[in-house]
């Protein structure tokens, strides 16, 4: 691993550098009724527009990889014949300038499912694999939870890695891409001084976060308690929104839904992210809907999130950013639920 | 000379909302010419009583699908004119624009889809799209610019959606506005030809003496408040509108008729143009005079070409206002709202007439008495006057029922009624 | 300023290489409709031909695989192969119709292009049974996933016991495939054939499917912990009724597949639709040994 | 317009429909002109024999008949009931028609007879209380809207003519509006019924930073107890919540109990 410094207004000529490509950051989309601002991944051209002290972002920079509604293939049709033509809808590359270590975890998780598994989607592949990623460290949110999920630190998955150090930051590279794009900015390598600290905002860092879950045998317990009433507590808040899904990095469900143009000389076949709290989810051909109560469908995602998933890759399908409960407008939040699982007083 | 003449129009067709038209002539004298307003009334004063301010705006926008924004616009002005909120001058260009292109989009829909047909003989629009194809694409360019401004704009070109009490919800974005008005200035080219159009079209040869009532234009074409004028002679301010209007109940009408100084008046387009024609844009003047068209003009069937001068106009004045807008600094989009008991008044011309709502609040801006007065109900009076006369004039040229009848429902449509919104 | 290189992920050298080559995801094999055959009001058997003859012969499936069958702009929908592995990228496929896809491709006539892809999913372990008694049972639609098993079965009647089959549907008029079972007696096996509501044409056994289940065990009883493999496809309901009576007569319930069914919008293991808990049932099924289904958690 | 259509090999016939209006703003017509770029494929697919407010033949016999608007007076019930016996395909045309519509907020009054005063004095008019189609007779497709979206107008065309399932989201407006990424307008302080609304309008007001206000009618699995929750926790009266779903009656069946304690607001006698 190759660790660099740079002086923190170099940062504004990488930036400069990558322009040439597609190049989306954090910027501030506007504020709350109480003035506290929102943030937003959004396409820059501009330095100045990326706020990289941002807090979090309402929205995971989700649209950009895994978009919430995707054409999957269209045809054109012929009689009782037809062409199919499919594009994956991306011809550049993009650079992912400001991500936090929850969400480069978060791309990590999707990898298991869309690249490395069985199947490998193309539609996520081409978008993956065309990613020029700049990580930055974050301050830690009374809602983040990501170091119960050992999210808090991105081990992989990015191509240069950026912590403040006050006048400096400390860079770390992890691809060769990335490595090219150093003769862009005046670099230095780091001095045992800037190693020191470095360490020492960690440190300082991990000290701020306030949220956690425990995870201690988190897949047994759930297994133990999928009758627990307090499911039916959460369900009965539960609006089936889907809104928690949909502000999650990692929630990739989908529905897809083949329309026919009006000219019935045409059709495709799109994809829309779904949440498996929406109410017909789990509902078959025939009308019969194996999780018809909304509280099984909030316990379905628990269950995929913190248990079937680690049973399949021996981690969680959750990186404790917090969104969902953030978003949540019932408050159903996963400290919450997990603690009341475990049956901890909240 | 004709002797006798039996007209039954059973519900109108290419009008908005439902109305029928009867004519008895026998022995040479008109014995029965009546204009019939058969919708159903769907008592949005009673509805409105009850309710907080901010419902007025969202509901009254539903008292018409066409005009949708010209209501929402006349209900908020009415609730901001009780509560004293003066909207910035932003907010009152981005209205103005709105109402521009509300205009814009009403009149082509009617000078294309309802009234060019009966200039075509056809029934349809439909059938134009094979046989004069450019002229059904000219008239979808236009109503899609209008459209997608108003889109940009409010939000929705039907029911809008960005349009509150105090301002917008939201601001367009400026790019979008730049494009638009590029769009508008290339449109002008569709609005000659229209202009061609109904130039070849033989416009009835018919004209009664009328009083025109509109807003009266204080350095510019009145659209949002001032106050009210008539032709004949009639000035008074925008909350004094009662006297204006004087609406009563007649049988065979579900919709309340009006009278001023005569026993009807006319309200609209030509209305609008008859009262303020020099503060038309030089454009929109220099079409009017081509197509014969000079105040004051008492051929209602000339309100189809006030109409098509008026699109010049609007869309002249949209590009100037985006040109305005977009030079300046986005201000702040909504105003603080404060309810206050009192009486507010909103007069706005929409594009069939002068438009009227007027609410009384309680000090907690809840709405206590509601009235709103709509162009279309103000024109009953003068259609049915407008038949008589007719049916009179050309059983007198001997003219055949089949004409008779075609001219008294192409009257009618040249009025542009909008029947449902005259009933509410 | 300087671009990144672009990554064209089909042609992208992989040494990792998934199993699957990412360009098939979404390139189905293009298949024509070559034969339809109604065999009740409700059911069409669909002979499926993929139109490459490369693509075709490379089709490889096993009995209690499905595929998904496209048609464009109408839908896409899993279905478990009818025919027999022999006949490769030949299928039949017997539909049943409910909704939408269904629907339409009962108005379909022969020589229509459809998209299928697959074969997808786990198969019944027909080889791991060879020496040993079989019990083929089916209710209703359950047949259509089970007549591949049953052909392979036959196929290769000489490698196994006692074949048992036995089949039960509501109506005589909702029996499928009844021009097969005169040919399948022929291949000394025992099909026994119940109706609930019987009517005139109908000579046979009446009553539901347990029933005859329950008079066959008693003459089973002696095998069924030793050397017997079950195969039970029908609605939840009825396979759990079924598999319950198999246990209590001591067949293990490692011995005994199912099929279940889900909604499935990729059968790639992508969409989670058909998840039960958090197994994919596209991926791990839908085939699947009654103790894993026991196992998991809301299955039936 | 004849020569038939056809889609993968499938003959369809293209349908005579007919467009009719009862007590409505006549909006959700006027949404037919329009997506101008569309039109002509939309009535391509159509073969319209009725259509009062765009043309003047008129012709009986038709398939589909779209019907726009409630009903609120007896020849209006007498028109549907005629309508319902020609038609193959009754489709409620908007929200009017699917719940009553904004029409529906005058039966909220329990003195009909002030309700006529309020607005024609002692001037006799004739009028019953607001009632939806399905009221009178049976509809057979619903599309959903105040006003209707077109877009969704010609999926549900396309899908009857092609003969595919008339589906529609069972979910609420919130995926739509989080799939466009919009901040919550409870974020931003203002009330929304995004929540318990049915989707399918790509999230429209919220979009323009306007609260929804349920025009669409509730989602499959409304949670409307906790959404009162949750509009008390953001400083909302049950007024302002009882506003918005009693707007266009497709929450007719969750106002009752938020209607008890508003005081008289009505004058005149009126009671709610
Ligand atoms: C592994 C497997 C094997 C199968 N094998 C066979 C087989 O061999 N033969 C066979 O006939 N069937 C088989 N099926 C079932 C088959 O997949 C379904 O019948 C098929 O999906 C129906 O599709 P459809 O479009 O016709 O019906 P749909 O229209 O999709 O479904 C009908 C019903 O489902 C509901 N529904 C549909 N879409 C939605 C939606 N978007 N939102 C909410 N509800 C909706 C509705 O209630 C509707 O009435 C199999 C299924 C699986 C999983
Ligand atoms: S489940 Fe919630 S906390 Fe976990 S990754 Fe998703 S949005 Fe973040
Ligand atoms: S704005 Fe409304 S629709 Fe959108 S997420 Fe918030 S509550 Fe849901
Ligand atoms: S957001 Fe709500 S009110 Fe607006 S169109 Fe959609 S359902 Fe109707």
Redesign the interface.
């Known amino acids: 691993m190759i660790f660099k410094v740079i002086a923190k207004q170099e940062l504004a000529k990488l930036f400069e550098a990558l322009l040439a490509n597609r190049v989306v950051g954090p910027v501030r989309k506007g504020s709350d009724k109480n003035g506290t601002p929102i943030y937003s991944f959004e396409v820059v051209y501009d330095f100045t527009q990326l706020q990289l002290d941002y807090t979090s972002t309402q929205y995971p920079a989700k649209r950009f990889f895994l978009p919430y509604t995707e054409t999957l293939c269209t045809f054109e049709i012929a009689g009782d014949s037809w062409e199919k033509k499919v594009d994956f809808n991306i011809y550049q590359p993009q650079v992912l300038f400001g991500l936090h270590a929850c969400d480069i975890n978060a791309l990590n998780k999707l990898d298991k499912v869309l690249l490395e598994s069985a199947y490998p989607t193309p539609y996520y592949a081409s978008k993956r694999k065309n990613m020029f990623i700049v990580g930055i460290d974050c301050e830690p949110q009374p809602y983040c939870f990501c170091r119960s999920m050992g999210t808090d630190t991105a081990l992989h998955g990015f191509d240069m890695f950026l912590t403040d150090l006050g006048k400096k930051y400390f860079v770390e590279i992890q691809s060769a891409a990335a490595y090219n794009y150093l003769k862009h900015m005046q670099t230095s390598d780091p001095t045992e001084e800037d190693h020191l600290r470095y360490m020492a905002v960690e440190e300082a860092r991990h000290e701020k976060f306030m949220a956690q879950v425990d995870t201690t045998d988190l897949t047994k317990i759930l297994d133990m308690e999928f009758q627990s009433e307090v499911w039916k507590h959460w369900g009965d808040k539960c609006l089936s929104c889907g809104t928690c899904a949909s502000v999650c990095p990692t929630c990739y469900c989908y529905g897809v839904a083949e329309t026919v143009d009006l000219d019935l000389k045409h059709a495709a076949k799109m994809k829309h992210l779904h949440s498996c709290n929406l109410i017909d989810f789990a509902e078959v051909a025939g009308g019969h809907n194996f999780r018809p109560d909304s509280h099984t469908r909030l316990k379905y995602r628990y269950y995929h999130k913190h248990r079937g998933f680690v049973e399949a890759f021996e981690e969680s399908l959750c990186v404790g950013c917090g969104r969902c409960g953030e978003a949540c407008l019932a408050n159903i939040t996963v400290p919450e639920v997990i603690a009341s699982v475990r049956h901890e007083e909240i | 000379m004709k002797l006798t003449c039996d007209i039954d129009v059973h519900?109108l067709?290419?009008?908005?909302?439902h109305g029928n038209i009867h004519i008895r002539i026998r022995n040479g004298e008109v014995v029965k010419a009546q204009w019939e307003v058969v919708e159903?009334?769907?008592?949005f004063?009673?509805?409105l009583?009850?309710?907080?301010w901010?419902?007025a705006p969202?509901?009254c926008g539903?008292?018409?699908?066409?005009c949708?924004i010209g209501h929402t616009l006349a209900s908020i002005r009415a609730v901001e004119n009780c509560f004293n909120i003066v909207p910035s001058e932003q907010t009152a260009k981005l209205r103005l624009l709105l109402k521009h292109m509300e205009t814009l989009q009403s009149h082509i829909?009617h000078l294309y889809?309802?009234a060019a047909?009966d200039f075509l003989n056809t029934?349809?629009?439909?059938p134009l799209?094979k046989s004069h194809p450019e002229v059904v694409q000219r008239a979808?360019?236009l109503?899609?610019l209008a459209?997608d401004c108003c889109d940009v704009i409010g939000?929705?070109?039907?029911?809008p959606?960005?349009t509150?009490v105090g301002g917008f919800?939201?601001l367009p974005d400026k790019y979008q506005l730049e494009q638009l008005r590029q769009r508008l200035e290339t449109s002008m080219a569709d609005l000659e030809q229209s202009a061609e159009l109904f130039a070849s079209f033989a416009i009835p040869d018919f004209s009664r003496e009328t009083e025109f009532v509109s807003l009266k234009g204080k350095g510019s074409y009145p659209f949002i408040g001032g106050s009210l004028v008539s032709t004949d002679g009639v000035e008074l301010p925008e909350n004094e509108y009662l006297q204006m209007t004087n609406e009563y109940?007649v049988e065979n009408s579900?919709s309340?008729w009006s009278r001023l100084s005569r026993d009807s008046f006319a309200v609209g387009s030509l209305a609008r143009l008859n009262n303020n024609f020099a503060h038309l844009h030089p454009s929109a003047q220099e079409v009017a005079k081509g197509l014969g068209l000079a105040p004051v003009n008492h051929n209602p069937f000339m309100n189809n070409v006030a109409q098509l001068v008026e699109c010049v106009h609007v869309v002249q004045d949209a590009i100037r206002l985006i040109r305005e807008l977009t030079a300046a600094e986005w201000q702040e989009v909504r105003q603080q709202v404060t309810p206050q008991a009192g009486t507010g008044v909103a007069a706005v011309e929409v594009p069939r007439g002068i438009l009227y709502h007027c609410y009384e609040c309680d000090q907690d801006g809840?709405i206590?008495?509601a009235d709103c007065v709509i162009p279309t109900s103000q024109n009953h009076a003068n259609i049915q006057h407008d038949i008589q006369a007719l049916a009179d004039n050309y059983a007198k040229k001997g003219s055949s029922d089949k004409e008779i009848e075609l001219l008294a429902e192409m009257l009618v449509r040249a009025y542009d009624p909008c029947i449902?919104?005259s009933v509410h | 300023m300087e671009r990144l290189e672009f990554v064209d992920v089909l042609k992208e050298e992989r040494p990792e290489a998934p199993r699957h080559d990412l360009g098939s995801f979404e390139y189905t094999y293009k298949a024509e409709i070559t034969n339809v055959y109604p065999m009740t009001e409700q059911e069409k058997l669909y002979q499926i031909q993929i139109i490459d003859p490369e693509k075709r012969r490379g089709f490889t499936f096993r009995p209690g695989q499905f595929v998904m069958l496209e048609v464009p702009g109408i839908g896409e929908a899993p279905f478990s192969i009818s025919s027999s592995p022999i006949r490769r990228g030949d299928i039949e496929l017997c539909i049943r119709k409910v909704g939408n896809l269904t629907n339409f491709l009962a108005k379909v006539k022969r020589g229509t292009q459809v998209g299928i892809s697959g074969p997808f999913g786990t198969c019944f372990p027909v080889e791991k049974m060879y020496g040993q008694n079989i019990i083929l049972i089916a209710g209703g639609l359950g047949i259509a996933p089970l007549r591949s098993p049953t052909m392979t079965v036959l196929e290769n009647r000489s490698r196994f016991g006692m074949v048992e089959v036995i089949y039960g549907a509501k109506r005589p008029s909702e029996l499928l495939f009844t021009y097969l079972y005169d040919m399948w007696r022929k291949f000394d096996i025992n099909l026994n054939i119940i109706v609930e509501e019987p009517d005139h044409t109908w000579d046979g056994p009446v009553g539901l499917i347990t029933e005859i289940l329950q008079e066959r065990i008693g003459a089973l009883r002696d095998v069924l912990e030793q050397e017997t493999y079950a195969i039970v496809c029908g609605p939840p309901v009825m396979f759990t009724f079924v598999c319950n009576m198999l246990m209590a007569a001591g067949l293990p319930m490692h011995k005994m597949f199912v099929s279940l069914e889900r909604r499935m919008h990729c059968g790639r293991g992508k969409c989670c639709r058909c998840n039960v808990g958090s197994t994919y049932t596209c991926l791990k099924g839908p085939v699947f040994d009654y103790w894993s289904v026991m196992n998991l958690k809301e299955a039936i | 317009m004849s020569a038939e259509l056809s889609y993968m090999g499938v003959d369809l016939t293209r349908p005579r429909v007919a467009f009719f209006?009862?007590?409505?703003?006549?909006?959700?017509?006027?949404?037919l002109?329009?997506k101008?770029?569309s039109?002509?494929d939309f009535?391509n697919l159509l073969q319209?024999v009725q259509?009062?407010?765009?043309?003047?033949?008129?012709d009986d016999t038709y398939d589909v008949a779209f019907v726009e608007g409630s009903v609120?007076?007896a020849d209006?019930e007498e028109r549907l009931k005629i309508i319902r016996k020609r038609a193959k395909i009754l489709i409620a045309f908007g929200s009017c028609a699917c719940f009553g519509?904004?029409?529906q907020?005058?039966n909220r009054?329990a003195d009909q007879d002030?309700?006529?005063r309020?607005?024609?004095?002692d001037?006799a008019?004739d009028?019953q209380p607001v009632r939806p189609l399905a009221d009178i007779v049976e509809v057979d497709v619903n599309i959903y809207g105040?006003?209707v979206k077109k877009e969704e107008v010609e999926r549900i065309v396309t899908d009857l003519v092609v003969g595919k399932t008339i589906l529609y989201p069972k979910y609420p407006v919130c995926m739509d509006c989080k799939a466009n990424e919009n901040i919550c307008l409870f974020d931003l302080g203002e009330p929304c019924l995004g929540p318990v609304t049915r989707a399918g309008c790509d999230a429209?007001?919220p979009?323009?930073?306007?609260g929804c206000?349920g025009c669409r009618g509730p989602a499959e699995a409304a949670n409307v107890e906790q959404l009162k929750n949750i509009m008390a926790e953001h400083g909302f009266s049950s007024?302002?919540l009882l506003?918005r779903l009693e707007?266009f009656g497709g929450f007719s069946a969750f106002v009752d109990g938020l209607r008890q304690p508003q005081q008289d607001?009505?004058?005149q006698g009126?009671g709610?």
């Open positions: 519900h067709t290419r009008v908005e909302g159903t009334p769907r008592f004063e009673a509805m009583v009850g309710k907080k901010e419902n969202y509901l539903r008292i018409c699908g066409i949708s829909l889809f309802l047909p029934g349809s629009v439909f799209i979808a360019r109503k899609l459209n939000g929705r070109r039907l029911h959606t960005r509150v919800t939201m109940c579900t309340k809840r206590v008495k449902s919104c | 209006e009862l007590s409505s703003c006549e909006g959700c017509q006027l949404q002109l329009n101008e770029a039109l002509l009535f319209v259509f009062r407010e765009a043309m003047s033949e008129k609120t007076r209006e519509g904004v029409n907020l005058k009054f002030w309700v006529k309020e607005v024609y004095g001037f008019i009028t105040c006003p429209w007001c979009n323009n930073r306007m206000w007024e302002t506003d707007c607001t009505g004058k009126s709610i």
